[in-house]
Nanobody
Framework: QVQLVESGGGLVQAGGSLRLSCAAS????????MGWFRQAPGKEREFVAA????????YYADSVKGRFTISRDNAKNTVYLQMNSLKPEDTAVYYC?????????????????WGQGTQVTVSS
């Protein structure tokens, strides 16, 4: 079993930055792919970013490419999402997820465990 706890959400003005963290416990964190998804009110949950076990490869949705950066610290069992140049359309609940198989990694059903989510609100 894997437990995931997100933190770092909040209210920020457009153009600002936030860093989300996801702390993992349970199984071997360093062996699986980690992803971030988000869900805005009235919309489906969507892929934001993912990072493979070694941190050597990262993947992003086109909507956040160049603004968001995913990283991980396997020694701390933590994955991060640095969000810069935030826009009102980035407002959503952000979820951390763990993928035990590695690949593929852009679909919701690729992931085995989910956190409870953290709210990010970007004001205009």
């Amino acid at each position: 079993q894997v437990q995931l706890v997100e933190s770092g959400g909040g209210l920020v003005q457009a153009g600002g930055s936030l860093r989300l963290s996801c702390a993992a416990s349970g199984r071997t964190f360093s062996s699986y792919t980690m992803g971030w998804f988000r869900q805005a009110p009235g919309k489906e949950r969507e892929f934001v970013a993912a990072i493979i076990w070694s941190g050597g490869s990262t993947y992003y949705a086109d909507s956040v490419k160049g603004r968001f950066t995913i990283s991980r610290d396997n020694a701390k069992n933590t994955v991060y999402l640095q969000m810069n140049s935030l826009k009102p359309e980035d407002t959503a609940v952000y979820y951390c997820a763990a993928n035990l198989r590695g690949l593929p990694l852009r679909r919701l059903y690729d992931y085995d465990y989910w956190g409870q989510g953290t709210q990010v609100t970007v004001s205009s």
